[in-house]
């Protein structure tokens, strides 16, 4: 599932006009990124977010449009899989919402 996202969200990042920047916009104490929001070039439009946890594994990912959560979003539990899958479309709750146990299973 991660594998789905990441590939998804590289084709949309590439087919956008510049080239896709990552922002770090919070650290941990440790001086680690917390959360990186993905740009539409070096000053351009936030089109994605990640958030990590402290030990490094990202926690949770998305896309945005205009500003709003847009597109499905993942978060993971420590041990790095998903643990729910849920859609957006401008900021509002859209279709199906998953959630699944740290072994993986529904």
């Given amino acids: 599932m991660r594998l789905v996202f990441t590939i998804l969200l590289c084709s949309v990042l590439f087919s956008c006009g510049d080239k896709p920047f990552e922002k770090v916009v919070k650290v941990f104490p440790n001086g680690e990124p917390q959360v990186i929001h993905i740009l539409d070039g070096e000053e351009g439009e936030k089109i994605g977010q990640r958030t990590y946890q402290d030990d490094g594994q990202v926690y949770i990912e998305g896309g945005f449009r205009d500003n709003e959560k847009h597109g499905t979003w993942y978060s993971y539990y420590s041990n790095g899989t998903v643990w729910t899958v849920n859609n957006y479309r401008l900021g509002e709750f859209h279709g199906d ?10």
């Fill in 97 to 106: 919402y998953k959630m699944f146990n740290q072994d993986g299973s529904p």
